[in-house]
C-alpha cells in the first residue's frame, strides 16, 4: 500500500521541476512512511510513497525494467502476483526482486494497456513507457484504491489523493458548481467528478493512455446480465463459500502482521471466520462503540471474538474526539459528509497501533442485498404489477405533494415519501429515496446566485445514466449496479481508504475481490433476498462457521450518534463551524441554513444527514480560504480556490 503521484508535460515539454513533484508527495506522506521515491526524465516525473507489506527490501519504488525504459509507480496489492511471476518467468522475463509491483510492468511489456485484464487484486498505478512515449494510469475494477488527474496547459498531473492534483500549482481550480449539488443530494459527489472543474477521478475498471495527441479512456471491465443458474443451493453454496475462503486466502499475503476490523454483523463476522481458519496464530481484531447503546455494536463483536479465540481490542468513540472532522477534512480533500469516517479512522488508529494491515467486511451489503431499502423496493416492484401507471399516479402523486409542503417528518410523512416513491416507477422511486436533500429544500438553502447556475441542472441525471446502462433487465439488479459504481465508490471505499490511510493503515476487501463480485451479480434474487431478509446464501453458508442465532440479529449499521451529538456536546462547536466569527458560507442562503438549524436543534432528527453536509461544506471552505471568514456570503467560490494550493 502506498502513494503515488506524477506529472507529464506533454502539451508544454517543460522538465519537471523536482521540487515541486517533493512538495506533492510530501502531502501525501501519510500513505506511505516508509520511504519515497522519485523519477524524473525530462517533461516527465513519478512520484512514491512507500507503506512496506511484501518484499520489504527490495519493493522500493519507482521501479522499471530490465533497461529502464518502463517505469512505474503503483499503489495496492495483486493477489495473484505469484502465478503472474511464475508465468513470465516461463516467458524469459527477469526479475529483480519479489514484489508484485515488478510483475506488473513485465505484464504490460507482454500485453501493453491490457496487463489490467489479468490483474486480480485492489490497485491504482501509473506506467510510463519511454519508448511509445505514453503515460498508462489505471484503476482497479471496483474502485478500491483512488486515482485522480487533472490536465492543464502544460500536460497532465495526477495522484492517489486530489490534493497531489491540487498542489501541483498546474490545473485552473474553478469549482464545480453542480457538484454542491449532488453533494447535497447524494451525501457524496459521485465521480469522475470532484469539486473542481477541472480535476477528475479514473473510473473504476478504466484506464487511461496518455498520448502527446490523444488522451484516450478505455473501460477494461465491467459486469455481465448473465445469470447464474446452478443444479442444486448446495451448489450455490459450496462456490460461494470456495470463491470467499480463495478470496480471503489470497489477501493475507504479506511480509508483515495482519488483523481484521471487527463490527460483529454478518460481512465482518464472515471474514474473521475465514481468516481464522487459515492462519495459525489468533487474528488480531479491532472494534469501535459508542456510549449510546442504540449505535453500540461492541458485545456482537465481543461475541464473534469470543468464538474464534481473536486477539481482540476496543475503543469506545465519545463526542469530544468527533472533532476529528476538522483534521478529516484535510485528508479528504473535498466536502465528504459521511460522519462513519470518525469511527472509521479510529478503529484505523487502533489497528494501527499492531499491525500494518487489516481485512475488513466491506462489500457484503452491495454484492448481497444488505441494506434494507432493497427490500422495500422489491416489494413495491411487485405491488406495481397490480396497479397500472396512470392509477398510481391518481392515487399517489397528489399526496407526495401535499407531503412536501409540509414542515415535520412524521411517520405518516415517511409513509407517503414511500407512496411516491411507488408512484413515480422503479428508477424514479429508487432514486427518490437515495436523495439526501429534496430539490425544494435545495434550493432554499442555495443562494440565489448559485441556484440561478443550477438552474438547467438535474443532480438525479448522474443516477440515471447509470441506471439505464446497468447490464440487467431486472430493476433491482440495476439498483444493485447503481449502488456498485457509485455509493460503494465514493462514500464507503473513499472513507475506508482516507480514514486508513491517514493512519498509515492498508485495508483490504476480500468480499470486493471481483470475482466474489461477479458471482454475487450474478445470483438470482432469490438466493440473495429472501422472506424479507437480505445476505440469504451469505447467511447459509457461513453457518458453516458462526451460529445462526448470531446472523441472524438485526442490521445495526456502522453508524454514529451524530444527531445526539450535534444537540449535545457538539452544539457549540458545530454552531461555531457554521456560523462562528462572521462566517458566511459561500453559495448557501444563511439565513435559511439559521433558520434550519433552529428547526434541527427543536427536533426535527430527519436533519441530521443534512447538517453533516452543511458542517463538511463549512469545513472545506475554511480550508479553502486559509481559514480566515468571508465577508461576503455571496463572494465568487471561484475565488476563495483559485490559485490556493
Not at 439505464?468 to 473513499?494: G, H, M, N, S, W
Not at 492498508?506 to 454475487?520: G, Q, T, W, Y
Not at 428547526?599 to 481559514?627: E, K
Amino acid at each position: 500500500m502506498c502513494g503515488i503521484a506524477g506529472i507529464w508535460n506533454f502539451k508544454s515539454q517543460r522538465p519537471v521541476e523536482q521540487s515541486r513533484l517533493r512538495h506533492i508527495n510530501d502531502g501525501i506522506a501519510h500513505r506511505g512512511p516508509d520511504g519515497e521515491g522519485y523519477h524524473l526524465e525530462g517533461p516527465l516525473g513519478l512520484a512514491h510513497r512507500r507503506l512496506s507489506i511484501i518484499d520489504l527490501e527490495g519493493g522500493r519504488q519507482p521501479m522499471c525494467n530490465e533497461d529502464g525504459s518502463i517505469w512505474i509507480v503503483f499503489n495496492g496489492e495483486i493477489y495473484n502476483y505469484p502465478e503472474l511471476r511464475e508465468n513470465l518467468l516461463q516467458k524469459g522475463h527477469r526479475f529483480a526482486n519479489h514484489c508484485d509491483t515488478e510483475a506488473i510492468v513485465h505484464l504490460y511489456e507482454e500485453m501493453g494497456e491490457r496487463c489490467c485484464e489479468m490483474l486480480r487484486g485492489m490497485f491504482a498505478f501509473a506506467i510510463w513507457d519511454s519508448r511509445k512515449k505514453t503515460l498508462l494510469l489505471a484503476r482497479d475494477r471496483i474502485g478500491i484504491k483512488p486515482l485522480f488527474f487533472g490536465i492543464g496547459k502544460d500536460g497532465i498531473a495526477f495522484g492517489s489523493e486530489l490534493k497531489c492534483v491540487r498542489d501541483s500549482g498546474l490545473v485552473d481550480l474553478q469549482v464545480e458548481l453542480s457538484a454542491i449539488d449532488d453533494l447535497f443530494t447524494y451525501f457524496y459527489i459521485p465521480g469522475p467528478k470532484t469539486i473542481y472543474r477541472n480535476i477528475r477521478s479514473l473510473a473504476p475498471g478504466h484506464c487511461l493512455v496518455v498520448k502527446a495527441d490523444e488522451v484516450k479512456d478505455i473501460e477494461y471491465w465491467d459486469l455481465s446480465a448473465e445469470e447464474l443458474h446452478l443444479p442444486t443451493e448446495k451448489d450455490y453454496e459450496d462456490q460461494l463459500h470456495k470463491l470467499l475462503q480463495d478470496s480471503v486466502t489470497s489477501h493475507l499475503l504479506s511480509d508483515v502482521p495482519l488483523g481484521a476490523f471487527l463490527s460483529g454483523g454478518v460481512d465482518s463476522s464472515a471474514v474473521v471466520a475465514l481468516m481464522s481458519k487459515s492462519v495459525s496464530d489468533p487474528v488480531m481484531t479491532c472494534s469501535i462503540g459508542f456510549q449510546e447503546q442504540e449505535f453500540n455494536e461492541l458485545d456482537r463483536a465481543r461475541t464473534v471474538a469470543q468464538l474464534f479465540k481473536t486477539d481482540h481490542h476496543e475503543q469506545v468513540v465519545t463526542p469530544e474526539p468527533a472533532k476529528i472532522l476538522e483534521k478529516l477534512a484535510e485528508f479528504y480533500d473535498q466536502p465528504f459528509p459521511d460522519d462513519s469516517a470518525v469511527p472509521t479512522y479510529y478503529v484505523s488508529r487502533l489497528a494501527r497501533e499492531q499491525v500494518k494491515v487489516v481485512l475488513s467486511g466491506d462489500g457484503g451489503d452491495e454484492n448481497f442485498v444488505g441494506y434494507g431499502r432493497y427490500p422495500r423496493h422489491v416489494f413495491l416492484q411487485r405491488l406495481r404489477k397490480f396497479l397500472p401507471n396512470p392509477v398510481r399516479s391518481a392515487l399517489f402523486r397528489p399526496l407526495a405533494e401535499w407531503k412536501d409542503n409540509r414542515e415535520r417528518h412524521d411517520f405518516t410523512t415517511k409513509l407517503l415519501r414511500v407512496g411516491h416513491q411507488f408512484s413515480v416507477g422503479a428508477r424514479e422511486g429508487y432514486l427518490h429515496a437515495m436523495t439526501i436533500v429534496d430539490a425544494d429544500l435545495r434550493r432554499r438553502i442555495f443562494s440565489k446566485e448559485l441556484c440561478e447556475e443550477l438552474r438547467d441542472y438535474d443532480s438525479l441525471d448522474v443516477f440515471r445514466d447509470i441506471y439505464e446502462k446497468a447490464p440487467a433487465a431486472d430493476p433491482i439488479r440495476r439498483f444493485l449496479y447503481l449502488d456498485l459504481k457509485t455509493y460503494l465508490v465514493d462514500d464507503i471505499l473513499t472513507k475506508v481508504d482516507r480514514a486508513s490511510m491517514a493512519n498509515s493503515l492498508e485495508v483490504r476487501v476480500p468480499i470486493l475481490d471481483h470475482k466474489v463480485v461477479e458471482f454475487a451479480y450474478a445470483l438470482p434474487l432469490s438466493f440473495k433476498l429472501r422472506e424479507g431478509r437480505g445476505k440469504y446464501l451469505l447467511r447459509r453458508v457461513m453457518q458453516r462457521d458462526i451460529p445462526a442465532s448470531h446472523l441472524a440479529l438485526k442490521k445495526k449499521g456502522f453508524t454514529t450518534p451524530m444527531s445526539v451529538w450535534l444537540r449535545g456536546e457538539l452544539k457549540a462547536w458545530a454552531a461555531d463551524v457554521l456560523f462562528g466569527n462572521a462566517w458566511n458560507i459561500p453559495y448557501l442562503n444563511q439565513p435559511a441554513v439559521e433558520a434550519l438549524w433552529e428547526r434541527f436543534q427543536g427536533g426535527a432528527h430527519h436533519l441530521t444527514d443534512t447538517f453533516n453536509i452543511l458542517v463538511a461544506f463549512s469545513l472545506s471552505c475554511r480550508l479553502w480560504s486559509g481559514g480566515s471568514s468571508l465577508a461576503n456570503a455571496n463572494r465568487n467560490f471561484d475565488q476563495l480556490v483559485v490559485g490556493k494550493s
